[in-house]
Protein backbone atom coordinates (compact mmCIF):
# COMPACT_ATOMS: atom_id res chain seq x y z
CA UNK A 1 0.00 0.00 0.00
CA UNK A 2 1.61 3.15 -1.22
CA UNK A 3 -0.85 5.28 0.31
CA UNK A 4 -2.65 7.04 -2.63
CA UNK A 5 -6.15 6.24 -3.82
CA UNK A 6 -7.50 7.18 -6.59
CA UNK A 7 -10.30 6.89 -8.27
CA UNK A 8 -12.21 6.07 -10.39
CA UNK A 9 -10.15 3.43 -11.70
CA UNK A 10 -11.59 2.92 -15.11
CA UNK A 11 -13.33 5.54 -17.28
CA UNK A 12 -14.35 5.14 -20.58
CA UNK A 13 -16.61 8.63 -22.13
CA UNK A 14 -17.31 10.02 -25.01
CA UNK A 15 -15.55 12.60 -27.30
CA UNK A 16 -16.74 16.01 -25.72
CA UNK A 17 -17.11 14.98 -22.54
CA UNK A 18 -16.12 15.93 -18.93
CA UNK A 19 -14.19 13.71 -16.40
CA UNK A 20 -12.68 14.41 -13.33
CA UNK A 21 -10.33 12.48 -11.52
CA UNK A 22 -9.56 12.38 -7.61
CA UNK A 23 -6.63 11.43 -5.46
CA UNK A 24 -6.51 10.66 -2.08
CA UNK A 25 -2.96 10.78 -0.28
CA UNK A 26 -2.68 9.25 3.06
CA UNK A 27 -1.03 12.71 4.61
CA UNK A 28 -1.93 15.92 3.78
CA UNK A 29 1.75 17.12 4.60
CA UNK A 30 3.21 16.47 1.95
CA UNK A 31 3.57 17.10 -2.36
CA UNK A 32 1.37 15.59 -4.44
CA UNK A 33 1.76 15.04 -8.05
CA UNK A 34 0.33 14.34 -11.27
CA UNK A 35 1.64 12.31 -14.28
CA UNK A 36 0.24 11.34 -17.52
CA UNK A 37 1.50 7.63 -18.58
CA UNK A 38 0.63 6.33 -22.52
CA UNK A 39 1.06 3.39 -23.96
CA UNK A 40 4.70 2.12 -23.98
CA UNK A 41 6.11 5.44 -22.63
CA UNK A 42 7.43 6.38 -18.72
CA UNK A 43 5.02 8.77 -16.72
CA UNK A 44 4.99 12.49 -18.06
CA UNK A 45 5.15 15.26 -15.42
CA UNK A 46 1.42 17.45 -15.63
CA UNK A 47 1.77 19.13 -12.06
CA UNK A 48 2.47 19.27 -8.40
CA UNK A 49 0.85 20.98 -5.37
CA UNK A 50 2.91 21.82 -2.02
CA UNK A 51 -0.10 22.02 0.51
CA UNK A 52 -3.20 23.50 -1.38
CA UNK A 53 -0.70 25.60 -3.63
CA UNK A 54 -0.15 24.38 -7.75
CA UNK A 55 3.31 25.65 -8.27
CA UNK A 56 4.03 23.88 -11.55
CA UNK A 57 1.99 23.05 -14.65
CA UNK A 58 3.52 21.40 -17.59
CA UNK A 59 2.72 22.86 -21.12
CA UNK A 60 0.93 19.12 -21.31
CA UNK A 61 -1.42 20.82 -19.11
CA UNK A 62 -3.43 22.65 -21.64
CA UNK A 63 -6.53 25.03 -20.45
CA UNK A 64 -9.14 22.21 -20.94
CA UNK A 65 -6.73 20.28 -17.94
CA UNK A 66 -7.57 21.64 -14.35
CA UNK A 67 -6.35 20.68 -11.27
CA UNK A 68 -7.38 21.49 -7.76
CA UNK A 69 -5.99 20.59 -3.69
CA UNK A 70 -8.32 22.12 -1.53
CA UNK A 71 -7.42 22.43 2.12
CA UNK A 72 -4.07 20.78 0.76
CA UNK A 73 -5.66 16.85 1.27
CA UNK A 74 -7.42 15.66 -1.89
CA UNK A 75 -6.53 16.24 -5.10
CA UNK A 76 -9.03 16.54 -8.37
CA UNK A 77 -8.02 16.45 -12.24
CA UNK A 78 -10.65 17.56 -14.83
CA UNK A 79 -10.47 17.26 -18.07
CA UNK A 80 -13.32 19.19 -20.19
CA UNK A 81 -14.22 18.48 -23.55
CA UNK A 82 -12.30 15.72 -23.61
CA UNK A 83 -10.45 14.54 -27.30
CA UNK A 84 -8.83 11.32 -27.95
CA UNK A 85 -5.52 12.02 -27.35
CA UNK A 86 -6.34 12.57 -24.12
CA UNK A 87 -6.76 8.78 -23.50
CA UNK A 88 -3.65 7.38 -20.92
CA UNK A 89 -3.30 6.37 -17.36
CA UNK A 90 -3.82 9.23 -14.85
CA UNK A 91 -1.39 8.63 -12.29
CA UNK A 92 -1.27 10.70 -8.80
CA UNK A 93 2.03 10.57 -6.54
CA UNK A 94 2.74 11.59 -3.10
CA UNK A 95 5.91 11.89 -1.41
CA UNK A 96 7.19 10.76 1.54
CA UNK A 97 7.43 12.31 5.10
CA UNK A 98 11.39 12.75 4.84
CA UNK A 99 13.42 14.53 2.93
CA UNK A 100 13.62 12.02 0.26
CA UNK A 101 12.48 12.53 -3.40
CA UNK A 102 10.90 9.23 -3.52
CA UNK A 103 7.36 9.37 -4.95
CA UNK A 104 4.74 7.07 -3.65
CA UNK A 105 2.27 6.40 -6.80
CA UNK A 106 -1.57 5.23 -6.47
CA UNK A 107 -2.36 2.56 -9.35
CA UNK A 108 -3.88 5.22 -11.72
CA UNK A 109 -6.79 5.86 -13.43
CA UNK A 110 -6.96 4.63 -16.54
CA UNK A 111 -8.99 7.13 -19.30
CA UNK A 112 -10.25 5.95 -22.73
CA UNK A 113 -12.14 8.36 -25.01
CA UNK A 114 -14.09 6.81 -27.68
CA UNK B 1 -0.23 1.05 -15.00
CA UNK B 2 -2.07 -0.97 -18.29
CA UNK B 3 -0.18 -2.78 -20.65
CA UNK B 4 2.96 -0.43 -20.67
CA UNK B 5 5.37 -1.26 -22.60
CA UNK B 6 4.44 -2.98 -25.85
CA UNK B 7 7.02 -1.00 -27.31
CA UNK B 8 9.60 -0.76 -25.46
CA UNK B 9 13.72 -1.90 -24.97
CA UNK B 10 13.06 -5.54 -23.80
CA UNK B 11 15.73 -7.29 -21.55
CA UNK B 12 15.25 -10.93 -21.66
CA UNK B 13 17.52 -13.05 -18.74
CA UNK B 14 17.24 -16.76 -17.32
CA UNK B 15 15.79 -17.01 -13.64
CA UNK B 16 18.84 -16.92 -11.34
CA UNK B 17 20.90 -14.81 -13.45
CA UNK B 18 22.17 -10.98 -13.67
CA UNK B 19 19.84 -8.58 -15.73
CA UNK B 20 21.56 -4.99 -15.99
CA UNK B 21 18.92 -2.56 -17.05
CA UNK B 22 20.55 0.84 -18.77
CA UNK B 23 19.14 4.25 -18.92
CA UNK B 24 20.87 7.80 -20.48
CA UNK B 25 19.98 10.66 -19.43
CA UNK B 26 20.33 14.28 -20.95
CA UNK B 27 20.30 17.20 -18.04
CA UNK B 28 23.56 17.72 -16.92
CA UNK B 29 22.28 19.42 -14.04
CA UNK B 30 20.12 16.46 -12.35
CA UNK B 31 21.68 15.78 -9.35
CA UNK B 32 19.53 12.67 -7.80
CA UNK B 33 18.00 9.60 -9.85
CA UNK B 34 15.70 7.18 -9.28
CA UNK B 35 14.58 3.34 -10.52
CA UNK B 36 11.31 2.73 -10.14
CA UNK B 37 9.23 -0.92 -11.19
CA UNK B 38 6.20 -1.08 -12.73
CA UNK B 39 3.85 -3.67 -13.28
CA UNK B 40 0.79 -4.57 -14.98
CA UNK B 41 -1.88 -2.42 -13.32
CA UNK B 42 -0.09 -0.82 -11.01
CA UNK B 43 1.58 2.48 -10.30
CA UNK B 44 5.49 2.84 -10.66
CA UNK B 45 7.03 1.81 -7.12
CA UNK B 46 10.49 3.12 -5.58
CA UNK B 47 13.65 0.85 -6.31
CA UNK B 48 16.49 2.68 -5.33
CA UNK B 49 18.36 5.93 -5.74
CA UNK B 50 21.45 7.62 -5.97
CA UNK B 51 22.72 11.09 -5.50
CA UNK B 52 25.49 12.95 -7.99
CA UNK B 53 28.16 12.71 -5.58
CA UNK B 54 28.09 8.80 -5.50
CA UNK B 55 29.02 6.58 -7.66
CA UNK B 56 27.69 3.56 -6.86
CA UNK B 57 24.23 2.19 -4.14
CA UNK B 58 23.42 -0.85 -3.34
CA UNK B 59 20.44 -1.92 -1.80
CA UNK B 60 18.82 -5.62 -1.46
CA UNK B 61 19.84 -7.54 -4.76
CA UNK B 62 19.84 -4.35 -6.42
CA UNK B 63 23.10 -2.20 -7.60
CA UNK B 64 22.86 1.17 -9.01
CA UNK B 65 25.55 2.53 -10.73
CA UNK B 66 25.88 6.51 -12.20
CA UNK B 67 28.66 7.33 -14.81
CA UNK B 68 28.12 11.21 -14.78
CA UNK B 69 31.24 11.51 -17.15
CA UNK B 70 28.84 9.87 -19.88
CA UNK B 71 25.50 10.48 -18.21
CA UNK B 72 24.82 6.92 -18.04
CA UNK B 73 22.95 5.22 -15.18
CA UNK B 74 22.37 1.73 -14.95
CA UNK B 75 20.55 -1.02 -12.67
CA UNK B 76 21.72 -3.91 -11.59
CA UNK B 77 19.41 -7.03 -10.04
CA UNK B 78 21.13 -9.74 -8.70
CA UNK B 79 19.91 -13.39 -8.75
CA UNK B 80 16.90 -12.07 -11.18
CA UNK B 81 13.19 -13.85 -9.83
CA UNK B 82 9.99 -14.01 -11.85
CA UNK B 83 8.45 -11.41 -9.33
CA UNK B 84 11.43 -9.05 -10.98
CA UNK B 85 8.92 -8.97 -14.37
CA UNK B 86 8.25 -5.53 -14.72
CA UNK B 87 8.92 -2.46 -16.70
CA UNK B 88 11.68 -0.84 -15.09
CA UNK B 89 12.38 3.41 -15.60
CA UNK B 90 15.03 5.61 -14.54
CA UNK B 91 13.95 8.87 -13.70
CA UNK B 92 16.23 12.70 -12.56
CA UNK B 93 15.69 14.87 -10.21
CA UNK B 94 17.79 18.30 -10.91
CA UNK B 95 17.25 19.25 -7.32
CA UNK B 96 14.24 20.72 -7.70
CA UNK B 97 10.53 19.23 -7.10
CA UNK B 98 10.29 17.72 -10.67
CA UNK B 99 10.99 14.03 -11.47
CA UNK B 100 11.14 13.35 -15.52
CA UNK B 101 11.17 9.88 -16.05
CA UNK B 102 13.07 8.32 -19.37
CA UNK B 103 10.90 5.87 -21.77
CA UNK B 104 11.72 1.98 -20.03
CA UNK B 105 12.84 -1.17 -20.32
CA UNK B 106 10.63 -4.22 -20.10
CA UNK B 107 11.99 -7.01 -18.41
CA UNK B 108 11.38 -10.87 -18.80
CA UNK B 109 12.24 -13.51 -16.85
CA UNK B 110 12.32 -16.38 -18.09
CA UNK B 111 11.92 -19.76 -15.62
Known amino acids: DTGVSQNPRHKITKRGQNVTFRCDPI?????LYWYRQTLGQGPEFLTY????????KSRLLSDRFSAERPKGSFSTLEIQRTEQGDSAMYLC????????????FGEGSRLTVL | GESVGLHLPTLSVQEGDNSIINCAYS??????FIWYKQESGKGPQFIID?????DKRQGQRVTVLLNKTVKHLSLQIAATQPGDSAVYFC??????????FGAGTRLFVKA
Open chain 1, 93 to 104: ARTGTGNTGELF
Open chain 1, 27 to 31: SEHNR
Open chain 1, 49 to 56: FQNEAQLE
Open chain 2, 27 to 32: NSASDY
Open chain 2, 50 to 54: IRSNM
Open chain 2, 91 to 100: AENDGGFKTI
